[in-house]
C-alpha cells in the first residue's frame, strides 16, 4: 500500500520568488496524494503560493499562526515534472504595490465617537492593509497618526510588514517632535511637510483615513 508523502518548506524570511521557487521544485519530485507544508511570514507570500496552486490546478489551504508566520498547504493531484523553475520567476510574483497611491493617517484613532473603538478600527484598518493583494505605495503619518510609527504602537509590527514589503512609512518630524516621539520611530523615517505635501501633489490617488 503506497504511503503518501508530507514535505515541509520554511520559507520565512525569503523574498519572493523563491518561496514559490522551492515549492516548484518540491512539486517536481512528488506523487499524487502527497502534500507540501510551506511557512512563510508574510501575507504576499501567501497569495503567491496560492497562485501557483491555481495555476497547477491543485488544491490549497493557508491559515494565520501568529503575525509573522502562515502555513500553506499545497495537495499534489498530479506530477508536476513538466512544470520549470525558471516558469515560477516570471509568473508567480504577485505586484504588491499601487502605482503612486498614497494613504494619509491623520490620527491614531478611526472615525469620531468613542476612543476606544476609534483605536481598535485604526488597527484593524492597518492589519486590512496587510491582507490585500496590492498595496499602496506611501503610507503618511501625522499629528497623532505618529502614535502608529512608534515603539508599543499595537500597529507597529502591521507597518513594518508593509514596508517589508516595499511600502514606504514616513512620519512627518514636527509631529514626533511635538508628541515627544522623536526617539521612538519604530517604522520608516521622520518627514517634513515640504515631503507630505509633494507626495500627495504627485499621487495619483490619495487616500484620507
Known amino acids: 500500500m503506497e504511503v503518501n508523502m508530507k514535505r515541509i518548506i520554511d520559507a520565512r524570511g525569503k523574498a519572493c520568488p523563491m518561496p514559490v521557487v522551492e515549492t516548484k521544485k518540491v512539486l517536481a519530485i512528488l506523487n499524487e496524494g502527497d ?7 508574510n501575507s504576499i507570500a501567501v497569495q503567491n503560493l496560492s497562485k501557483l496552486a491555481k495555476q497547477k490546478k491543485l488544491p490549497v489551504s ?8 502562515y502555513l500553506v498547504t499545497l495537495t499534489v493531484i498530479g506530477t508536476s515534472k513538466n512544470e520549470t ?6 509568473t508567480a510574483c504577485i505586484p504588491n504595490r499601487l502605482d503612486e497611491t498614497v494613504i494619509v493617517i491623520s490620527s491614531d484613532k478611526m472615525g469620531e465617537g468613542d ?9 484593524g484598518f492597518i492589519y486590512a492593509l496587510t491582507e490585500q493583494d496590492q498595496l499602496p505605495e506611501t503610507i503618511l503619518l501625522y499629528n497623532s497618526g505618529a502614535y502608529l510609527s512608534v515603539e508599543g504602537s499595537d500597529s507597529l509590527a502591521d507597518l ?3 514596508e517589508s514589503q516595499g511600502v514606504e512609512i514616513l512620519t512627518c518630524g514636527t509631529c514626533l517632535n511635538h508628541y515627544g516621539l522623536t526617539e521612538k520611530l519604530g517604522v520608516g523615517s521622520a518627514t517634513n511637510m515640504y515631503v ?3 507626495k500627495q501633489l504627485r499621487a495619483t490617488k490619495v487616500v484620507i483615513v
Open 35 to 41: 502534500t507540501i507544508e510551506v511557512t512563510v511570514d
Open 62 to 69: 493557508s491559515k494565520k499562526i501568529n503575525d509573522n508566520n
Open 85 to 90: 523553475v525558471e516558469a515560477a520567476e516570471k
Open 115 to 123: 476612543k476606544k473603538l476609534g483605536h481598535i478600527l485604526m488597527k
Open 160 to 162: 513594518k510588514l508593509l
Open 196 to 198: 507630505i505635501v509633494e
